[in-house]
């Protein structure tokens, strides 16, 4: 059965049943060898101590090596390492999980599920026109995603990485085929059940390779980025390489990226760390230094590549904002400094809004509100140091006038560029908070990952001792913290200027804070968290921190001892991962898709539930009515016009909404018409949440499995999907 599920780790729960290893046979008389593919067995905990036990000695003389001065040829030669390991770690997790590279190119389509099939569908329109330009047009003149409507997909949908990764296959292809090298290996594999052949092929040359391949390379990267990020905000490469051991440890709570790697965050999230890296310099350093403007550009960029991929990036962005007043009110950072960085963000927000054809999203969001506030209160801080209040009340009128300005804004921007019904992750956290609930915000906090944070996550965190590490060292900063707060409150002048030294201790804090809190409410946003915690870690190398205890103890001995504890489940953790082997199969999807393409008009249209549609659109290039990105106040509409044939309406009622969309066919699934993630989830109970009036009549769809006449008819069923022809 399929429903709309994804773990909270970000792994899908894939529909039908997993095959196993070895089901796949050559053709006879193929001149190709099958390649075996032996799985090994790994060891149980015990052979991970022996193991360990053997390297620590090794260990402990990298560890001496590490704790000498950050050199940046040796940082930058370290991290690429880091990075390359990452990557393969990644690539491996995803091989194990999918056996991808013994997938048919159907299949494989199949495995980017929902949302993330969508996003795919686009790489693949542009590989596969005439040319690169061609291939633009049509998914800016998109007519199959929404049909009847034509709309701008690279705008609606942030699809400058599918736009930014196809150029690039394209290139590579023409350049391989230009100098005649191969690029790709295909067998023809006849399998057991169904007794039919497909055709599987591995390497770059393949797109859907390729597109993952490049999504992996660039997330196994970021590792690197974060040894060479820890370096410098420990002062020590020990720092980073404590980071990255962090990391590994507690890979399944910091990352989804090996499960579900097309996810908007996969692209966004290593600029991110870019960004938090370059902003971690330009608070660190004195605003008369040279080259200071050179580091303002690049966090110019850094933002724009953050929030081109990803709407939900300028909710992060906006938390940045919220951390960076708090510290400018207080005097953690000098007026000017945060002057040029509201300069730098804001434009970024333009360019953002000039390169998406002017989506009115980018000015109509916390981001942009707060920014526009924020300058206010800097402009205006002489006159509001003329008001007479207490240095105390100053803080807080400046942070409450701050606040509601930006929510003020926010709200007027939105209704006037016709945005006041766009859900945002903002809108998502108020509902949450309020106890608000629709129809819509149930299709979105009824899923997996927008669950509250487990109980779980926190012991994961607690068994790799990185939870006590931070715990422990956010003690000091806060100490550090209320005692910058005494001297702000004082009249003393020098003090005041001490504040200036520690203000990127205080800005990871804030933000650390901040993604504890946004982790809390939607388990989702841990994947903020469990990496900016891995970065606090390494403040355990920090001398302005911890100066006092390295007087006694040398920092690598405490590092050492560290890691010996952290990897006694760490190495666990890393087992577990590595001992997945599975295989994606779907053929009750698969038997749909194939019916579909060789059996209906290439114009019929299509509805039914989100993730499916979006499979058919990408397997089948049919028109569909709806799909999984419905934040969109029409597609909202349209979804719940879709979603009624799991209500309680009176079957002619749906029966002509679904004509009025233009609709041929509707794919039912018999599973959804009862069944529910949690309680209060199932379609029934959302629609009586949404319906009351109704929630007395028998379901519609329990009533279509026993009688379709004279308003459907069943053209294809097996045992999942039922596809219903309009009459």
Known sequence: MELDTRHPSGRLQWQGTRGHRGRRVLRPGSSTAHRQREVENTGGFKGCVQRLRSALGRLYGRVCILSLPAGSWTTLGIAAFVGILHWLHLTTLFENDHHFSHLSSLEREMTFHADTGLYYSYFKTIVEAPSFLEGLWMIMN?????????????????????????????????????????????????????????????????????????????????????????????GNRLGGLLTVMCYFFNHGEATRVMWTPPLRE??????????????????????????????????????????????????????????????YVVGYIEPRKFQKIIYMSMVSVILCFILMFGNPVYLSSYYSSSLLMALVIIVKRNKIQTLGLSELNLWLF?????????????????????????????????????????????????APEFDFMKLATLLKCTTTILLPVVVMINYFIFKKI????????????????????????????????????????????????????????????SRQLFGWLFCRVTPKTVIFGLLVLMSIQGCTNLQEQWSIKEEFTNMPQEELIQWIKYTTRPDAVFAGTLPTMASIKLSTLHPIVSHPLYEDEDLRARTKTVYSMYSRKSVKEVRDKLLELHVNYYVLQDAWCVLGIKPGCSMLEMWDVDDPSNAASPPLCCSLLEDLTPYFTTVFQNSVYRVLEMN
């Open 482 to 541: 209320i005692r910058g707060i005494l001297c702000a409150l004082s009249e003393n002048t020098c003090l005041k200027k001490q504040l200036l030294n520690h203000g990127e201790l205080v800005f990871h804090t804030a933000q650390l804070l901040v993604f504890a809190a946004l982790a809390m409410l939607f388990l989702r946003l841990k994947l903020f968290l469990v990496p900016h915690m891995c970065v606090m870690a390494s403040l355990i190398c």
């Open 266 to 327: 996969s692209f966004s999230y290593p600029f991110l760390v870019l960004q938090m890296y370059i902003l971690t310099m330009i608070l660190r350093t004195s605003n008369n230094r040279r080259g200071n403007s050179i580091s303002y550009i690049a966090l110019c960029l850094s933002n724009v590549a953050i929030m081109l991929p990803w709407q939900d990036a300028q909710f992060i962005l906006f938390t940045q904002i919220a951390s960076l007043l708090s510290m």
């Open 398 to 446: 400046q942070g409450c006038a701050w606040w509601c300005g930006t929510i003020i804004l926010k709200f007027l921007t939105s209704a006037i560029l016709g945005l006041s019904d766009h859900i945002e992750l903002s809108d998502l956290i108020t509902a949450r908070l309020l106890q608000y609930t629709d129809f819509n915000t149930l299709l979105y906090t009824c």
């Open 142 to 234: 998109d007519w199959l995603t929404e049909y009847p409507r034509v709309i701008n997909a690279v705008k609606r949908f942030h699809l400058y990485p599918e736009v930014v990764v196809a150029c690039w296959y394209r290139a590579f292809m023409g350049i391989t085929n230009f100098f005649g090298i191969e690029t790709k290996t295909c067998w023809t594999v006849r399998r057991m059940e169904p007794h039919h052949e497909v055709q599987s092929c591995e390497g770059m040359g393949d797109p859907a390779y390729f597109y993952v391949g490049v999504i992996f390379i660039l997330n196994g990267l970021t590792l690197g980025l974060f040894f060479i990020y820890a370096t410098y905000l420990s």
